[in-house]
């Protein structure tokens, strides 16, 4: 499958990540300890997988902004 894990360096900033990602209409799985699960169906298109990936850069780059 396309099981992926995304690890931050917070449980903390995880939980945020999935909270941000599901505000923009992407759904992942809860966090697990520092490690976002991405899980998508194997049913996905290419386009839905570019979707997933165009929020969650939009979610990081915001998080960049906010710190600048």
């Not at 360096?9 to 699960?37: I, N, W």
């Amino acid at each position: 499958g396309h099981l992926r894990g995304l690890r931050l360096d917070s449980f903390e900033k995880a939980q945020r990540l999935v909270a941000d990602a599901r505000a923009q209409g992407l759904y992942l799985a809860p966090a697990v300890a520092s490690t976002v699960v991405l899980a998508p169906v194997l049913i996905t298109s290419p386009n839905e997988i570019s979707r997933g990936i165009d929020i969650l850069a939009s979610v990081l780059m915001s998080w960049d902004e906010q710190l600048s």
